[in-house]
């Protein structure tokens, strides 16, 4: 059963980093040792529980370990919504301009 949710593993909508992080490593924690994937195989499998930008961001950093890749993705994550936040400024000044023309 618990291979079955680490297969189905998601990142919520509402779920913070942190706390999908903690969710994925204590259920991988969780598998008895004789079926667990192996780390390396773990490291393969975080990434996809993310949206295409965050998995994408992370493979590009090739992290080593599963505490390297929990520690990029928060940075990852605040690049992104930096990123985002800085297209929303500019579509709003580029509005605010046509219509005071």
Known sequence: MLIEEYNQLKRHPDETVQQFSDRFNQIYHSITLNVRPPPDLALLHYPRDFDSYIE??????????????????????????????????????????LIKK
């Not at 994550?77 to 930096?82: F, G």
């Open 56 to 97: 994408f961001r992370l493979r590009e950093r090739s992290p080593s370990t599963m505490k390297q890749m929990q520690d990029m993705v928060v940075d990852v994550e605040v690049n992104l919504k930096i990123i985002e936040e800085k297209r929303k400024a500019e579509k709003e000044e580029k509005l605010n301009s």
